[in-house]
């Protein structure tokens, strides 16, 4: 139900634009968020948006860096990295829930999402 696309090897500072393709009715009431899994480490949300797009939530070490986006028209949403670095590497994993953000401490979440990605890797070599 979603794809992601746009991962790969950059270099530190460079930037990525991941997409997340959607094949879910009604995609445009589902809020999505983007997910990310360090090597070794547990994955954990960085960055989520509403339904319709007009809000948008960060967590603190993307935030600047990063911008969430979507286009209902279209079914995507796009994760625009930017200045990356290498603690950004990991697997990027989109994901939709029809709660709206945000989810209490964690504000993007986890348990929340009906639908999930396979993913996508982004490597940053320091």
């Known amino acids: 139900h979603l794809v992601e696309s746009g991962g790969g090897l950059v270099k530190p500072g460079e930037s990525l634009r991941l997409s997340c393709a959607a094949s879910?009715?009604?995609?445009?009431?589902?809020?999505v968020g983007w997910f990310r899994q360090a090597p070794g480490k547990e994955r954990e949300g960085i960055s989520c948006i509403s339904s319709s797009g007009d809000n948008t939530y960060y967590e603190d070490s993307v935030k600047v860096r990063f911008t969430i986006s979507r286009d209902n028209d279209k079914d995507l949403v796009y994760l625009q990295m930017n200045k990356l670095k290498p603690e950004d590497t990991g697997i990027y994993y989109c994901?939709?829930?029809?709660?709206?953000?945000?989810?209490?401490?964690?504000?993007?979440?986890?348990?929340?999402?009906?639908?999930w990605g396979q993913g996508t890797p982004v490597t940053v070599p320091s």
């Open positions: 994901a939709a829930a029809v709660l709206e953000p945000p989810y209490g401490s964690t504000v993007c979440g986890g348990s929340e999402y009906e639908y």
């Open positions: 879910i009715f009604a995609f445009d009431q589902y809020a």
